[in-house]
T-cell receptor, first 112, second 115 residues
Framework: SQQGEEDPQALSIQEGENATMNCSYK?????LQWYRQNSGRGLVHLIL?????REKHSGRLRVTLDTSKKSSSLLITASRAADTASYFC????????????FGTGTRLQVTL | GAVVSQHPSWVICKSGTSVKIECRSL??????MFWYRQFPKQSLMLMAT?????????EQGVEKDKFLINHASLTLSTLTVTSAHPEDSSFYIC???????????FGSGTRLTVV
């Protein structure tokens, strides 16, 4: 399956700053999800945005979706050192929200 | 709710041996489970989809005789890496979806090192 591309591949910011990660994908989708992965660990679901939604918020997270450009962005506001992790977008074109195609990921480093 | 346990969390084995990884849904019945592998600093690649009581569906390029998947019950799926070689060393992650549930829940992953 074709993976999506994420940029940047790596991002280093200071605590308190905002972090923006972008994801582009190739096929039409039913929904797009963002996950977080700490080094060597499993994935934690962050947020799901459906294809008919344009923006979604959850706490310090803001996700946008532009289906015409086949792209999404994840914004983490007021970052904390504990936000240091890899972030992946994942698309679902089956409508089940379960068979996912993952992007290449962004490694975020938040320093004090 | 929606907890998926994966075991072992890490394993080291010798070349030529087989390794079994378990993925259990602890508080729901998982009608479908997915197995992914992840190389260092790379993304997750779907290997196969398993439905309870039926044969797994493998993604293109994944050897079904090498990566045996069994989903014999609604709470357990296993992935067996047969005749493991060093190139099979990777991080394997499962996810599970229950009947009527929306998104999946991921296990914590298994780090396999073949020496």
């Amino acid at each position: 399956s074709q993976q999506g591309e994420e940029d940047p591949q790596a991002l280093s910011i200071q605590e308190g700053e905002n972090a923006t990660m972008n994801c582009s994908y190739k096929t039409s989708i039913n929904n797009l999800q963002w996950y977080r992965q700490n080094s060597g660990r499993g994935l934690v679901h962050l947020i799901l945005i459906r294809s008919n939604e344009r923006e979604k918020h959850s706490g310090r997270l803001r996700v946008t979706l532009d289906t015409s450009k086949k792209s999404s962005s994840l914004l983490i506001t007021a970052s904390r050192a504990a936000d240091t992790a890899s972030y992946f977008c994942a698309t679902d074109n089956t409508g089940t929200a379960s068979k996912l195609t993952f992007g290449t990921g962004t490694r975020l480093q938040v320093t004090l | 709710g929606a907890v998926v346990s994966q075991h072992p969390s890490w394993v080291i084995c010798k070349s030529g041996t087989s390794v079994k990884i378990e993925c259990r849904s602890l508080d729901f019945q998982a009608t479908t489970m997915f197995w992914y592998r992840q190389f260092p600093k790379q993304s997750l690649m779907l290997m196969a989809t398993s439905n309870e009581g039926s044969k797994a569906t493998y993604e293109q390029g994944v050897e079904k005789d090498k990566f045996l998947i069994n989903h014999a019950s609604l709470t357990l799926s296993t992935l067996t890496v047969t005749s493991a070689h060093p190139e099979d060393s990777s991080f394997y992650i499962c996810s599970a979806r229950g009947q009527g549930r929306g998104r999946v829940t991921f296990g914590s992953g298994t780090r396999l090192t073949v020496v």
